[in-house]
């Protein structure tokens, strides 16, 4: 009995010291959130956000009130997020364009920022672990970028529940959730990519044009580098077969979806839309004895599963990068 | 030192980058309780020696050992024990020099009861009481230094190791600071390292100096040793200014025994002994025969400024 106990003693010790954080993590991520939550940065990036989306909110309100009656009414709450109306586009765009920057004005200056304010050595040298530094940072970037994304997606909820007058249904709030949740690790996605550009590159401004360069690439430069791949690779004309005409879709499409850009705009597409079923090129004969109508949430889920992993994936890719980068890296300041 | 045991010992202590030679075989002993001073140019190597006995680079070979651990493998341990105030210390500009502390005193598990005391001991030992509640942004150099060693004295660690902590400073601000460190050193037995370039200020509050040049240790010891060190086997230089000066007391002085060489710079005149000889008794009884008045007088080669001239000057050859 007192011999177990012992050795129990023995092996909670050597737990504590070998996977005992060193409680660095939880005060750096505070700090970084308090930081992050005040700063002027965020303010500003949130107001331009947040103007973008309750317009084009208005404007969706506007438009499903005047077509009351004349179109489906079904999943009305959810048209809130994907209705354009006017010359605004609809909320979803707004934030599939507006989120990245977000990501990318938190992180790139977290690591060269402490770099060039010289604080980066008076960090480490407190008794925390070298990786607390970067992990508290990311967490902290995910932490505001989730309040800022839920603020957003309740306040257009609730505004619309307002507009409307048609409380959602269960899937519904359902389907609202899912999308906030891909939106924050779409935006988390250029929050990591944002750490490694601010470790690559010694000068905030650098880094922050580096992650503008890629957030235009993949947002605006990608499809269109996509279909002029597929059409070099398989030239498409009026008399082509049709083999070919559907192995280009296809490699236009997969090619696109290289970029987390369109992999997030599918998944939201698929979300928001419970009609959707394909977004891919479909055969008439695929279609034949169909029943039109609409997909539960967890067939939505499966249809997107894959563009979900591709974008965690990611994710973790480009974070697990810059960690190396930054456990490797020189801090000498001269 | 005596009885004292070294608690920052480096065995063979060695870092390149690349090609670079940065330290080259360490070998040094720091006790308990001494204030202890790594002189040399910038580049010689003393930031790189800082932070492997941090943790903070990897030795390439050879090691460091602060109390007994090894910073590379117990980099925890050692940062507990070792408080660092890097070269140009830097503060995050937009929270007050409270949140500053604050922040480094969480990260070092200070219980938050115990905290708000001890920020306000340090604040008033570093003259900053009154400047807590502002912002860091719109502190002087001087007053972040000070910042700086109050950070330290929150933290509360057994060893201090202070990189370049006068540099950029105003005299007064420099003696304050050295006060604080002497202070630290006497009153609570803090081990003190300091590294610097700058000898006049440093060299008052040393017990001991260790001169580095290009990555090696060149001499260790109390200041005047060095001094007999460097004396021994080189002959006396005497830098002389008089009045009135004419050029015939450059003969003079020529014809005099034990005199090799004798040269006029601007005022002043040097006279080199021959080795193991000092003029400078006859010297004074000569000049005023001729009614000529000392305006200066000086012996080369005691003080550190010397010393680290000699050392830098004789590179290669020691």
Not at chain 1, 94 to 114: C, R, T, Y
Not at chain 2, 139 to 168: H, N, W, Y
Request: with cysteine; net charge neutral; aromatic share 8%.
């Amino acid at each position: 009995m007192k011999e177990w106990q012992a050795k129990l003693k023995e092996f909670i010790n050597w737990w504590r010291e070998a996977f005992s954080s060193s409680g660095g993590l939880k005060v750096i991520f505070l700090k970084e959130l308090a930081d992050n939550l005040s700063s002027t940065r965020m303010g500003i990036l949130f107001s331009l956000v947040a103007v973008a989306c309750l317009s084009a909110l208005y404007v969706a309100a506007q438009s499903i009130r005047q077509s009351v009656g004349q179109e489906e009414t079904s999943f009305v709450f959810l048209r809130l997020f994907t209705t354009s109306g006017g010359s605004l586009p609809p909320f979803i765009s707004f934030l599939s364009f507006l989120g990245p920057l977000l990501g990318l004005a938190l992180g790139f200056d977290a690591i060269n920022g402490e770099y060039n304010k010289r604080t980066l050595s008076r960090l480490l040298a407190q008794p925390i672990y070298r990786d607390d530094v970067i992990n508290g940072k990311f967490l902290a970037g995910i932490a505001v970028l989730a309040i800022m994304i839920a603020t957003l997606g309740l306040l257009v909820a609730g505004l619309g529940l307002v507009f409307i007058g048609v409380p959602p249904r269960g899937e519904e709030i359902g389907r609202m959730l899912a999308y906030l949740i891909v939106s924050i690790i779409y935006v988390a996605f250029w929050l990591s990519i944002s750490l490694l550009f601010s470790l690559l590159f010694r000068q905030a401004a650098t880094s922050a044009l580096a992650g503008i360069a890629v957030w235009l690439f993949f947002a605006i430069f990608a499809p269109m580098l996509a279909g002029i791949i597929a059409d070099g690779l398989f030239p498409v004309t009026d008399e082509s077969p049709p083999e070919l005409v559907l192995r280009n879709a296809v490699w236009k499409q997969n090619l696109s979806r290289l970029s987390p850009t369109t992999l997030y705009d599918e998944a939201t597409l698929y979300l928001l839309n419970p009609g959707i079923r394909t977004l891919g090129p479909v055969l008439i004969q695929q279609v034949i004895g169909a029943i039109p109508g609409f997909l539960p949430l967890s067939q939505s889920l499966l249809l997107i599963w894959p563009h979900l992993v591709g974008l965690i994936a990611g994710t973790l890719i480009i974070f697990a990068l810059a960690y190396y980068y930054f456990m490797r890296q020189e801090i000498r300041t001269s | 030192m005596g009885n004292r045991s070294p608690i920052i010992v480096t065995e063979n202590l060695t870092k390149h980058y690349g090609p670079v030679v940065a330290v080259q075989d360490l070998n040094l002993e720091i006790y308990e309780g001494e204030v202890f001073g790594l002189l040399g140019p910038n580049g010689a190597g003393k930031t790189t020696t800082i932070l492997m006995l941090l943790g903070l680079t990897e030795p390439t070979s050879g090691r460091a050992l602060v109390a007994g651990l090894d910073p590379t493998r117990n980099a925890l341990a050692v940062k507990r024990l070792v408080g660092y105030l890097p070269d140009n210390v830097g503060f995050y500009d937009d929270l007050t020099a409270k949140e500053n502390l604050l922040y480094t005193g969480r990260l070092n598990q200070i219980p938050e009861a115990e905290l708000e005391q001890r920020i306000k001991t340090a604040l008033e030992q570093v003259g900053l009481a009154d400047h807590g509640d502002r912002k860091v942004r719109e502190f002087s150099r001087g007053m972040r230094q000070r910042l700086g060693i109050a950070d330290l004295i929150v933290k509360d660690p057994r060893i201090f190791i202070l990189d370049e902590p006068t540099l950029g400073i105003d005299p007064e601000g420099v003696r304050e600071l050295l006060n604080l460190i002497v202070r630290l050193s006497r009153e609570k037995g803090k081990t003190i390292l300091i590294s610097s370039h700058l000898l006049h200020q440093i060299q008052q509050i040393c017990d001991r100096v260790g001169i580095f040049v290009a990555g090696r240790l060149l001499a260790v010891g109390p200041l005047e040793t060095l001094g007999r060190q460097v004396m021994a086997g080189k002959p006396l230089e005497i830098e002389l200014q008089v009045e009135p000066f004419n050029h015939d007391l450059l003969e003079v002085f020529r014809s005099l025994e034990g005199v090799d060489r004798v040269e006029s710079q601007g005022p002043y005149i040097r006279l080199r002994c021959a080795k193991g000889k000092d003029i400078r008794p006859q010297l004074t009884g000569l000049l005023a025969e001729r009614k000529v008045s000392i305006l200066h007088l000086r012996a080369r080669g005691h003080d550190l400024d010397d010393i680290y001239l000699e050392y830098f000057q004789g590179e290669g050859r020691i």
